[in-house]
């Protein structure tokens, strides 16, 4: 059977999108939308692709229409916690993954994600024990792994071994994430120069990444 | 019985109460507190509190970290160790820091998870030069009433 026009879309979209071409694919989405516009799945793919954009006004327009087309679509839900964390909402971004949360009561990323807000809140007993509560039906969860190590390394003095962060290496070694914490780790040590070294070399990897050129030039100032 | 799980998905953030706000920088509270002397440290360590909703158990600890800098400060203007006209603004500068250290160690968990969570921090200047103008005003007075 001959795949429809809407999954041809979406797989072209997707090798876009592994590519690093965001802007080809939503023009790709566009044409298709505009033939197939009630598209829950080309919809969806649409916001994603506009949040990847930074455009989160428009993205957020998408995904309330697909929650009016689907509203228990869990990829939407996900994408709307997203969204409101990055307009600080903090509130409204809670209730939304605690109802992700209550229907998939066993999905780590959403323990995980969830345990990133509270961090971000700055309840960091309960971020450690939604973090502890994701690994406990994922144990390879790099979000609550990630979670676990950004505890330790807020709890624990300088030079004491993050076991999360261990964890973290040996399955997700080349996570950019995994990196940039191994980095704040090697500060915290006191190995400015290896920490400066790996930041130079992500930067080298990821040139158009700003948070990367920000860290690794203020290695430079210190 | 409670269950964990079901303890750990009420929510903790509330549209009644703001959720937690980053302190002041630990940078802005050590500027606040060497150039305002230990009342402006006490002022501004004591609003991080209030951002972090930990007023009523920090402030008797941040009391009593101020009183017994006033006391050494008070005994120190008592009994001179030189002429000098300087040494009120030393011990100004000296017991200021003490205080922020004091608040720093109340505060130090919640200052390094804002540093790791990337949180924007309060504009430290308004509430900096505010702490250091009162500060030193009441500093002043403080040291007139001791020699």
């Not at chain 1, 072209?12 to 989405?29: C, G, H, M, S, T």
Request: hydrophobic share 45%.
């Amino acid at each position: 059977m001959e795949p429809s026009s809407a999954e041809e879309t979406l797989r072209q979209v997707e090798l876009l999108l592994d590519r690093n071409r965001p802007r080809d694919a939503r023009l790709l989405l566009k044409t298709a939308l505009a033939t197939d516009p009630e598209n829950v799945d080309l919809l969806l793919k649409s916001a994603w692709t506009d949040y990847l954009l930074d455009e989160e006004d428009s993205a957020i327009a998408t995904v309330k229409r697909v929650s009016t087309l689907e509203p228990e679509e869990p990829s939407a839900r996900l994408l709307y916690f997203e969204l409101l964390l990055g307009k600080n909402q903090p509130v409204e971004a809670e209730r939304v993954i605690l109802e992700l949360l209550r229907d998939y009561p066993e999905h780590s990323h959403y323990y995980g994600r969830y345990a990133h807000l509270m961090l971000k809140t700055l309840n960091l007993g309960k971020a450690r024990q939604l973090a502890d509560e994701g690994l406990r039906y994922d144990s390879e969860s790099d979000e609550c792994l990630a979670v676990k190590t950004v505890c330790d390394l807020i709890e624990r003095p300088a030079g004491a071994t993050s076991q999360s962060l261990q964890q973290l290496l040996a399955r997700h070694p080349e996570s950019l994430r995994t990196l940039l914490l191994v980095i704040v780790a090697l500060e915290e040590r006191g190995d400015i120069k290896a920490a400066e070294r790996l930041s130079r070399e992500l930067v080298q990897a990821n040139p158009s990444n700003e948070a990367l050129v920000e860290m690794a030039h203020a290695f430079r100032i210190k | 019985m409670s269950n964990p799980r079901e303890d750990l998905l009420q929510p903790s953030l509330s549209v009644d109460q703001t959720p937690l706000a980053a302190p002041y920088s630990t940078g802005a509270t050590l500027f606040t507190g060497l150039f305002g002397g230990p009342f402006a440290a006490f002022g501004i360590v004591g609003l991080n509190a209030l951002r972090l909703k930990r007023l009523a158990r920090d402030v008797p600890v941040l009391i009593a970290a101020l009183a017994a800098v006033i006391a050494v400060i008070w005994w120190l203007l008592q009994n001179p160790i030189s002429d000098s006209r300087a040494l009120p603004r030393l011990y100004s500068r000296i017991g200021g820091v003490a205080v922020v250290g004091a608040g720093y160690l109340l505060h130090r968990q919640q200052q390094r998870n804002a540093d790791l969570a990337n949180l924007q921090r309060p504009n430290g200047w308004v509430a900096g030069v505010a702490f250091v103008i009162a500060g030193s005003v009441l500093y002043g007075v403080f040291v007139y009433l001791a020699l």
